[in-house]
Nanobody
Framework: QVQLVESGGGSVQAGGSLRLSCVAS????????MGWFRQAPGKEREGVAV????????YYADSVKGRFTITRDNGKNGVYLQMSSLKLEDTAMYFC??????????????????WGQGTQVSVSS
């Protein structure tokens, strides 16, 4: 079993920055796709950014490219999401997710069996 624990959410004004952290524990293979999804009230969940630990390739949603950066924490078996130039529309519950194997071009629609509890990000004007 795999457990994911997120931290780092909070409230920030538009234009500000936050960094989310996700630490994985349990039985984790060497090569996994791990990253972040978000869900705003009344909206469907959407992929934000993921990273494949096999080659550190990264994938981003178009809405966050150039503003968000996903990085890997090898020591803690986790990933970070550095969010900058935050916008009101970034307000959502952010979830860490993991799946074994690669991410691939269709990562936003792929099945992720492991999820964290989520951390709230609220951006105000």
């Amino acid at each position: 079993q795999v457990q994911l624990v997120e931290s780092g959410g909070g409230s920030v004004q538009a234009g500000g920055s936050l960094r989310l952290s996700c630490v994985a524990s349990g039985y984790i293979l060497s090569y996994v796709c791990m990253g972040w999804f978000r869900q705003a009230p009344g909206k469907e969940r959407e992929g934000v950014a993921v990273l494949y630990t096999g080659d550190n390739s990264m994938y981003y949603a178009d809405s966050v490219k150039g503003r968000f950066t996903i990085t890997r924490d090898n020591g803690k078996n986790g990933v970070y999401l550095q969010m900058s130039s935050l916008k009101l529309e970034d307000t959502a519950m952010y979830f860490c997710a993991l799946r074994r194997g690669g991410c691939g071009g269709s990562w936003q629609g792929a099945a992720f069996p492991y999820w964290g509890q989520g951390t709230q990000v609220s951006v105000s004007s």
